[in-house]
Antibody, heavy 124, light 108 residues
Framework: EVQLVQSGAEVKKPGESLKISCKGS????????IGWVRQMPGKGLEWMGI????????RYSPSFQGQVTISADKSISTAYLQWSSLKASDTAMYYC?????????????????WGQGTLVTVSS | EIVLTQSPGTLSLSPGERATLSCRAS???????LAWYQQKPGQAPRLLIY???SRATGIPDSFSGSGSGTDFTLTISRLEPEDFAVYYC?????????FGQGTKLEIK
């Protein structure tokens, strides 16, 4: 069974750093891209970026380039999303999701499995 | 980037009725690389439809997708109580991937 299990909720202060995780199981972790999606409170889904754990090739949405860092450790089948200096506006639910290998474009694909989400709250 | 506009913002229907949700793109979505997701409160999104019209694994045939180019539709033929949720479209034909703002399907 394919599973993506994310780390638990975090409460941080502005200016602090944070790294959240997404552990994949039940499939070949190194051969599927893993994407990150933000959902601010009461709002819709926003594409942040994606990583290929096999070689750590990473692509960012222009809106998030330079704001976050996506990484992966293939030895433990885990992808990460990190911030060096959080802002209150980073308060959101963050989802990781596996990019399918089905009917896909040359640059992206639909997301067939999702993690349960990690709630990040940034408040002074 | 391609902007996806979903309509209506909220759709109020009763169980047993038919639901029609729209997703319009600001420019043509290449090769119909469009997906639909369902999100219930407190849950992660779930893939329903990909390639504009292909149902994902385990999705009942009451859900169907159609459309091409800039106009896409998700139809739920006969609403069950568990179908009331928020629905999002996503295009993945052009970078960056973009999502629509969502349509909330609520019980009338």
């Amino acid at each position: 069974e394919v599973q993506l299990v994310q780390s638990g909720a975090e409460v941080k202060k502005p200016g602090e750093s944070l790294k959240i995780s997404c552990k994949g199981s039940g499939y070949s972790f190194t051969t599927y891209w893993i994407g990150w999606v933000r959902q601010m409170p009461g709002k819709g889904l926003e594409w942040m970026g994606i990583i290929y754990p096999g070689d750590s090739d990473t692509r960012y949405s222009p809106s998030f380039q330079g704001q976050v860092t996506i990484s992966a450790d293939k030895s433990i089948s885990t992808a990460y999303l990190q911030w060096s200096s959080l802002k209150a506006s980073d308060t959101a639910m963050y989802y990781c999701a596996r990019r399918s290998r089905g009917y896909c474009s040359s640059t992206s694909c639909h997301l067939d499995y999702w993690g349960q989400g990690t709630l990040v709250t940034v408040s002074s | 980037e391609i902007v996806l506009t979903q309509s209506p913002g909220t759709l109020s229907l009763s169980p047993g009725e038919r639901a029609t949700l729209s997703c319009r793109a600001s420019q043509s979505v290449s090769s119909n690389y469009l997906a639909w997701y369902q999100q219930k409160p407190g849950q992660a999104p779930r893939l329903l439809i990909y390639g504009a019209s292909s149902r994902a694994t385990g999705i009942p045939d009451s859900f169907s997708g159609s459309g091409s180019g800039t106009d896409f539709t998700l139809t739920i033929s006969r609403l069950e109580p568990e179908d009331f949720a928020v629905y999002y479209c996503q295009q993945y034909g052009s970078s960056p991937v973009t999502f629509g703002q969502g349509t909330k399907l609520e019980i009338k």
